[in-house]
């Protein structure tokens, strides 16, 4: 069964930055479609960035030029890197992996098949 582990949140001032990691265990497939999505409290999940098997990466308007998605397929991880953040970017953020081969831009929940279990952000101002 894949698994994915999220790392890398925690407190931030405004401005600052952080590098989000997502570790996916569980079988030696190293092409997946992935992403990051994020909930802030009292909102619906909304996805963040995506990258495909083909390497292309799609980002929501909200993070474009701030936020870069890459991935490590040696070390089956996906990484999010958060620049400029302010206090509209607090929530926690979840990875998310769909099974085999795919290609979508900023797809929605349910094209996803495995998730992590989260790793929340908090931008103070």
């Known amino acids: 069964q894949v698994q994915l582990v999220e790392s890398g949140g925690g407190p931030v001032q405004a401005g600052g930055s952080l590098r989000l990691s997502c570790a996916k265990s569980g079988d030696t497939a190293t092409h997946y479609p992935m992403a990051w999505f994020r909930q802030a409290p009292g909102k619906e999940r909304e996805g963040v960035a995506n990258?495909?098997?083909?390497?292309?990466?799609f980002y929501a308007e909200s993070v474009k030029g701030r936020f870069t998605i890459s991935k490590d397929n040696a070390k089956n991880t996906l990484y999010l890197q958060m620049n400029s953040l302010n206090a509209e970017d607090t929530a926690m953020y979840y990875c998310?992996?769909?099974?085999?081969?795919?290609?979508?831009?900023?797809?929605?929940?349910?094209?996803?098949?495995?998730w992590g279990q989260g790793t929340q952000v908090t931008v103070s101002s």
């Open positions: 998310a992996a769909r099974r085999g081969v795919g290609w979508c831009k900023l797809c929605p929940e349910s094209w996803y098949n495995y």
């Open positions: 990258i495909n098997t083909d390497g292309t990466t």
